[in-house]
């Protein structure tokens, strides 16, 4: 199941333990393309055991004014966190680490029988990239 996201500082802490990033969605209400990814792609990946110790899933309503924690502990709303990672097409999909900072993301749909494997290629670059600092 696809979580709004609701405390990124938590969740950043987890990435951390975990050495995985956050993969967010950042979705408009009545946007074909964001329901098609969600369905598709987000909410199956979800459910599937292997991707619970590979990436943190959440979802953003770009225009919601539902509180969130931000990576640095303060309330925030998720039409500002939009905002902050410059969202405005949609879907946008971004890979971020635990403190916030993008390690990859995927703007809009080409080919929906292709996103899930591209996706999965970001996923492990991005954990490539965390496992490096380290």
């Known amino acids: ?28 209400p009545n946007c074909l393309y964001c329901e098609l990814v969600k369905q598709e792609v987000i909410e199956p990946m979800s459910e599937l055991e292997e991707y619970r110790d590979k990436v943190i899933l959440r979802h953003v309503f770009y225009s919601s004014l539902k ?23 949609y879907p946008a999909l971004m890979l971020l680490d635990n403190k916030g900072n993008i390690l990859g ?20 670059q991005a954990t490539k990239q965390l496992k490096a600092v380290l």
């Open 1 to 28: 199941m696809l979580i709004d996201a609701k405390d990124f500082f938590a969740d950043g802490q987890t990435a951390k333990r975990k050495q995985i990033p956050i993969l967010v969605i950042f979705s408009a």
């Open 67 to 89: 509180d969130v924690v931000d990576f640095s502990g303060q309330i925030s709303n998720h039409s500002k966190f939009s905002f902050i990672y410059d969202a405005n097409f």
């Open 105 to 124: 993301k995927k703007i809009g749909v080409t080919l929906i029988e292709t996103y899930w494997t591209e996706l999965d290629t970001l996923i492990a």
